[in-house]
């Protein structure tokens, strides 16, 4: 009788050990990034490895939820998500595990990664201010901060300070000069806004293109589609900052999380992602930055010409994150 029970045990555990080597074979990634951002990627990394990259969309919020929610019985391997705000948010959560990585530190700078090593940046944006070519002259333009100079009053555009981009663009000017100056400046910028705060970047753009301001504040990528859609967009993008600080930069990037089914295949693939091949691919599809500086940009995204970025590590936006967001609530950025 004993030698029945021990087939039946050494065909339970093969039959254990297939699944789990089928299992991994695939990496689940929850992602704040629309599909046809990040589809590419993945699809390229399965026709090299083999290995199928199952993804879930939705906002970051949501997923962020989820995966804490599930907890021990988790599904997802990854998030992927923009900004380091949230990705910093993700990790204060407790749903990012630290993920060391020799691959990563060549590939990545240090300030575009977190010191803890809990997620990588993968594609750098720049939030910069955008202009009228038809009623301002690049000249006038020199600073962020510039934008609270009464020259400007009723002349400027904002996003909502509910948006991630706006709360981690003020938790770095923070860190740099202080909560005091910090919001002065958002006073001014508040009080030079011609109408009220817009829902999302290519409505600022918009209203520059029709008349509503002459200047505002967006991030890169968001001026790259719709230049793309409209070629002769009489709007284009200031560098700001260049004698002192640099440009706003921020990310998206990716993150281990906490009870990942299969870390393994997961990390395989963010180092894989941090590479050359992959690095050229992901910022080509969302018109942004290559995070690793061997990596040049697209010919469309270099035409906007070379800039002083900020060195500041990008994970001060969210260590500053609550600050910032009391700030911009007394400075009347709703």
């Known amino acids: 009788m004993l030698a029945p029970k021990r087939l039946l045990t050494?065909?339970?555990?093969?039959?254990?050990?297939?699944?789990?080597a089928q299992a991994?074979?695939?990496?689940?990634?929850?992602s704040s990034r629309i599909d046809e951002l990040i589809k590419?990627?993945?699809?390229?990394y399965t026709a090299k490895t083999g290995v199928k990259v199952k993804f879930i969309t939705d906002k970051e919020a949501p997923l962020m939820q989820r995966i804490k929610a599930e907890g021990e019985n988790a599904t997802?391997?990854?998030?992927?998500?923009?900004?380091?705000?949230?990705?910093?948010q993700a990790e204060q959560m407790g749903i990012l595990q630290p993920f060391p990585s020799k691959t990563i530190d060549?590939?990545?700078?240090?300030?575009?990664?977190?010191?803890?090593?809990?997620?990588?940046?993968?594609?750098?944006?720049?939030?910069?201010?955008?202009?009228?070519?038809?009623r301002v002259k690049p000249?006038?333009?020199t600073t962020y901060e510039a934008l609270a100079d009464k020259n400007w009053e009723g002349r400027l555009c904002l996003r909502t300070a509910k948006k991630?981009?706006?709360?981690?663009?003020?938790?770095?000017m923070i860190e740099v000069h202080g909560a005091e100056k910090t919001e002065k400046v958002l006073k001014g910028w508040v009080n030079n806004l011609s109408t009220d705060v817009f829902s999302d970047d290519v409505a600022v753009l918009e209203a520059i293109k029709a008349g509503q301001c002459d200047v505002g504040?967006?991030?890169?990528?968001?001026?790259?589609?719709?230049?793309?859609?409209?070629?002769?967009?009489?709007?284009?993008?200031?560098?700001?900052?260049?004698?002192?600080?640099?440009?706003?930069?921020?990310?998206?990037?990716?993150g281990l999380t906490r009870h990942a089914p299969h870390p393994e295949a997961a990390k395989a693939l963010v180092e894989w992602m941090t590479t050359p091949e992959a690095q050229k691919i992901f910022a080509d599809v969302n018109q942004e930055f290559p995070a690793n500086p061997a990596v040049h940009p697209s010919a469309e995204v270099a035409a906007w010409g070379q800039f002083v970025a900020d060195t500041l590590p990008v994970e001060v936006a969210g260590k500053r994150q609550a600050e910032a967001i009391r700030m911009m609530d007394r400075a009347g950025w709703n």
């Open 217 to 254: 504040i967006v991030n890169t990528y968001y001026y790259g589609r719709l230049h793309k859609q409209k070629p002769d967009l009489p709007v284009k993008l200031f560098w700001p900052n260049q004698a002192d600080r640099g440009v706003h930069v921020n990310l998206s990037g990716i």
């Open 139 to 141: 000249g006038e333009l």
């Open 40 to 44: 590419p990627v993945f699809d390229a």
């Open 24 to 30: 991994a074979d695939e990496v689940v990634v929850y």
């Open 76 to 88: 997802a391997d990854l998030l992927l998500t923009v900004d380091a705000g949230n990705l910093w």
């Open 164 to 172: 991630v981009y706006n709360q981690s663009l003020t938790a770095t």
């Open 10 to 20: 050494a065909l339970a555990l093969t039959l254990i050990g297939s699944t789990v």
């Open 106 to 134: 060549a590939n990545i700078p240090p300030q575009y990664r977190a010191s803890s090593h809990a997620w990588t940046g993968l594609s750098l944006r720049a939030r910069t201010i955008a202009y009228s070519t038809e």
